[in-house]
């Protein structure tokens, strides 16, 4: 699924975005903010607001997709408005994590680092929650299913459509 930034319905965050590029600029270190600004406007980090900090930063597009791959926080699609995180690490991995990362990824027709196309549901990357005494484990949102089994993920979905 591509997703095609929309200028037009933009404009506002575009302007706002210009403004915090335009006053930090020059202070040392201003990519991360000036990254971070941009995602907390348009929810990811579009393409052309990258080249816009380019052209506006001076700093290599290379530089800033560097930046962009290396930190997790950053997305380059839209992040859905329900955040699936299943736990890969070892204690929910042994117990059957992969499964319901699979069943879960059936069930939203997306893979894991997608978005479903009505931007509902984001399949996010985790590799311990912490909670590995409810192995295995999965969040959507701040919500926690412990204990989970592949047939009540079907269910578990279905409150949040």
Known sequence: MEFVF???NNKEGI???EIF?????????????IMQK?????GYLPLEMLQLISRRTGTPLSEIYGV??????FSFIPIGEYKVSVCLGTAC??????GILEEIEKELD????GTTPDLKFSIIEARCLGDCGLAPVFTIN?????????????EILAKYR
């Open 142 to 154: 701040d919500d926690v299913y412990p204990h989970v089994k592949k047939e009540d993920i079907k």
């Open 93 to 98: 991995y042994v117990k059957g994590a992969q």
């Open 110 to 113: 997306i893979k894991h680092g």
């Open 15 to 17: 302007e706002d975005l």
């Open 68 to 73: 962009a791959t290396f930190y997790s926080q």
């Open 38 to 42: 941009t995602q907390e406007i348009f």
């Open 21 to 33: 590029i335009e006053d930090n600029k020059d202070k040392l270190g201003a990519l991360m903010p």
């Open 6 to 8: 929309d200028r037009e």
